[in-house]
DNA sequence: AATACGGGGAG
DNA sequence: CTCCCAGTATT
């Protein structure tokens, strides 16, 4: 068999196989745009079960493109709480305000606007026009590179430009006439389910038996990729200031920069402290860096104790939190503590906001996972003392 | 071309 | 635990 054969075969089988094992997914239901964009972005970096009921509290949330231009950017961030890379919903919001404004509200069919829009690159662009508006174009993310790399023994290193270059247009060429939308959900739908990137099920794969790198006898080793730098560790302590007089049963949280790791979203009061030779700080160092920089912060408060650790790994940092209970100081004494600091000291200038809150305010704030964890601890073992 | 940017699932 | 997943923006 030849390359043009071995390829018909697979975008015909491939096809066929689709059109009876295809998942009901919620934005397969319609052939909405405006959900298949909303779809593609929450699939960046996600799994379909993760996303599934974070795609409905969304478009329940925000049914039209102008709903979500018009919403508060909190609004979107809470909706979008615990999902990951948050640069993913502020870019969305920012692109559907684009789309309001340019394009009457109507997610665009061309190539130049859909990949003008904020945070849709070359993957996006591709599954919005081929899902959405069957236009021939390719859509290439991991799952279709592995299927691509096994099916046609690709052993170039998929983290290349160049490979996805060339994964592109391979697509291109096996996409059948007129059936761009159902051949690229196929392409990823086989990936998926089947063509999996561990211990593959490849007696259930509609394409095995002119799949080059199974033939070889290779296919669980590939395709090539050069693997991430570990997270670098870091070191944190944490605050969770309890209030006094009218802050009552209340806690205190402050709002993170503008820009960078999780931006605009909120946290508990924290410190970053050298990494020492044997990892952990122990308390009492820790709790005296934690009322200083609490100080620094305009912050009235004093640390009475260890409360617990936590983790969190990111992509490229691996978090190490220690949390103390900390006590907010009775007004007097608190404005004498902060008359001599500021005498002492500079003062800050940018300060972050901070927020006093219960545990009813928690659903207007959006918070990283981390920081949800710790306070809903908190807030649970108030409960269970009281 | 290299780095920043979250969070889950599988074994 | 360890390993895997892998789009876009920025520089």
Redesign the pocket.
């Known amino acids: 068999m030849n390359q043009t054969e071995q390829k018909k075969f697979f975008s015909q089988h491939l096809l066929e196989w689709y059109m009876h094992n295809k998942r009901d997914l919620p934005w397969r239901r319609h052939r909405n745009p405006y959900y298949i964009w909303v779809s ?2 929450m ?5 379909v ?2 996303v599934i009921p974070y795609f409905h509290r969304f478009i329940e949330r925000f049914p039209t493109v102008e709903d979500l231009a018009d919403a508060p950017e909190q609004d979107v961030l809470k909706c979008w ?8 919903a502020r ?1 969305l919001q920012t692109a559907a305000k684009q789309v309001k404004e340019h394009h009457g509200g109507q997610v665009p069919d061309d190539k130049q606007s859909v990949f003008a ?9 591709g ?1 919005v026009l081929s899902i959405a508006f069957n236009k021939p174009e390719p859509a ?7 299927v691509l790399s096994r099916y046609f023994l690709i052993e170039e290193d998929i ?4 490979t996805r270059s060339f994964m592109e247009g391979l697509v291109v060429e096996l996409i059948p006439e007129g059936r761009a939308s159902d051949f690229n959900q196929a392409l990823m739908e086989l ?2 389910l089947v063509c999996t ?3 593959p099920h490849c007696l259930t794969c509609p394409v095995m038996e002119h799949c080059s790198a199974r033939l070889e006898g290779v296919e669980e080793s590939l ?1 090539v ?1 050069t ?4 997270p670098r560790p870091e070191f944190r302590v944490v605050a969770l200031v309890e209030g006094s007089g009218e802050h009552a049963g209340k806690v205190l949280i402050r709002q993170r920069p503008q ?5 605009r979203m909120w946290e508990l009061p924290h410190v970053q402290v050298p990494q020492s030779r044997s990892g952990r700080l122990p308390d009492e160092p820790a709790m005296d860096i934690l009322a200083g920089a609490l100080l620094e912060e305009g912050i009235t408060a004093r640390p009475t104790g260890y409360m617990m650790d936590a ?7 691996h978090w190490n939190l220690q949390v103390y209970s900390c006590r907010e100081e009775e007004l007097t004494l608190a404005a004498e503590t902060k008359a001599v600091y500021t005498l002492e000291h500079e003062v800050e200038d940018a300060e972050p906001i901070h927020r006093w809150i219960c545990e009813e305010d928690m659903a207007r704030y959006a918070f ?3 920081f949800l964890k710790i306070i809903r601890e908190y807030f649970n073992g108030k409960q269970t003392a009281g």
């Open positions: 593609e972005i699939l960046q970096q996600t799994r079960d993760t709480e615990g999902l990951g890379y948050y640069s993913r870019n829009l904020k945070g849709v690159g070359p993957y996006t662009a599954a290439v993310d991991g799952n279709v590179m592995r983290m290349k430009g160049s990936g998926a990137p561990k211990s395709p990729k693997k991430a730098k570990p820009e960078g790791l999780l931006a983790e969190h790994t990111f992509s490229h940092i990283p996972n981390v």
